[in-house]
């Protein structure tokens, strides 16, 4: 059955939740029912897989309208972006770009997980409904590929409550984050958070079967094998193990070879005309009609609220990036990369991300320096870059390494964390050259939220370095 987009947008609408002790939490939102039954059908389960992506979408509201609209930006841009140190609010730097978050002034720290752990509830919905249906009910391979789906969604969401709250940098470590197989039921809430290793297990193995089980070809809103195959990359190289790099590097070449899905030739036609018309972008979110709640996040009651910082700057120094990214306002280089005609279409995973973490892969293994070159200069030229003579004279895998992160910060700047993260596989002593602002490696992920212990405290310990 073809899935129609504005069901998972306007989907919520369609009931009300109900809430007795044995009732679902944040049930799937359907025409008609709840808890273990809502799905009975194909098209209900198509419509409860749009209504997991409802919150894939994260659907709020226009600030300005009122009105229904995704709002991807807070969350997924602009706060990782704070974090890593190259956007700063445009009254000052503020608390993220400060790393002073606390676990009770919950601004900043709470819509993550919230947003998230909706997220991996409604996937498990959609998972525990068409597990529960017989096969029978769905035609072709449909009902594997909804659980691939879902499970992917699931998976997205578990890797960035890892990567958020969880030390994901110790596979020895005892914090990481909750892991939930069942949607939440008020006699199931009290949840105790799992080891790193176990998250790392329990997010792999539900993306390996989103590669194995998810559609081969879906509209870019929908995920598809494709896109688990980035989002594995994205695991494995917050991982770092050794044996890692190798995957990625295999995952890369399936992507950028036999994979539908092409570079743009010039990088800013997919912010400021394409958008999710680009043969590169892998997944993304698909917005309302007519909506201004992207926008509103970098441009609102006309002042833009984001400025480029001192170490943004330098990287984008004679780079041709910031005649399109920047833009000179009352003294400061304010940030309008995502301020286009494209402003509301958002980008969760795009090609130019495989080949910049097939080089990082390569550099950090000691692969082969001229393949490393010639990936960066793929994704350099299509950002306008011609004069490659400082690359070609780059002769150790230090330096490529650091030129693939630079890479990464000026090409996937404000895109789904992916800065944030990059700064973060590095080492303390390397991450506060670039970031003077963060002083210890507790830093590197937040607190969890105060309220997860008031309604969950069998949940365990708050992450270190951080009190109440």
Sequence with gaps: MKKIFPLYLSAIALLGLQTSCDKTLNALPTQEKVDDNVIVDQKSAEIALNGAYYFFANVGENRTTGMPG???????????????????????????????????EEREVLPIWSENYKLANAANGVIAGIEALSEGKLSGGRRLQILGESRFLRAYANFKLLAYYG??????????????TKPVTVSSIATARKSVAETYA??????????????????????????????????????????????????????IGP??????????????????????VILGTKAFTNQIAEMEKYYYRNTYNYNATAFLL?????????????????????????????????????????????????????????????????????????????????????????EVFKEIMRNLIAEDGSDWMALLRWPLET???????????????????????ERNPTFGAQNPGYGW
């Design 70 to 104: 995704t709002t991807w930006a807070p969350t997924h841009e602009v706060l990782p972006a704070q974090f890593a140190g190259v956007l700063e609010y445009y009254q000052g730097p503020d608390r993220p770009e400060m790393h002073t978050m606390t676990a009770r």
């Design 202 to 255: 329990f997010i792999l193995e539900d993306i390996d079967y989103a590669i194995a089980n998810a559609p081969a070809e879906n509209p870019n809103y929908y995920a598809t094998k494709w896109a688990a195959m980035l989002l594995k990359m994205r695991v494995l190289m917050l991982r770092q193990k050794a044996q890692d790099y190798s995957q990625v590097v295999a995952l890369a070449n399936q992507l």
């Design 431 to 453: 991450v506060k050259q670039f970031n003077p602002n963060m002083k210890e490696k507790w830093q590197y992920i937040l607190p969890v939220p105060y309220s997860e212990f």
């Design 259 to 280: 994979s539908p899905y092409t570079l743009e030739p010039h990088v800013e036609d997919i912010f400021l005309t394409k958008g999710l018309a680009s043969k590169e």
């Design 167 to 180: 030390e994901f940098f110790d596979s020895n470590s005892k914090f990481g984050v909750m892991i939930r």
């Design 314 to 402: 330098d990287l984008l120094k004679n780079d041709p990036r910031a005649d399109w990214m920047l833009k000179l306002n009352k003294g400061k280089q304010v940030f309008v990369k995502h301020m286009g005609a494209q402003a509301e279409a958002k980008f969760a995973f795009r090609l130019t991300e495989a080949y910049l973490l097939k080089a990082e892969a390569l550099a950090r293994s000691k692969g082969n320096m001229t393949e490393i070159k010639e990936l960066l200069k793929t994704v350099k030229s299509k950002a306008g870059i011609t004069d490659f003579t400082a690359l070609n004279a780059m002769d150790t895998h230090d330096q490529l390494t650091l």
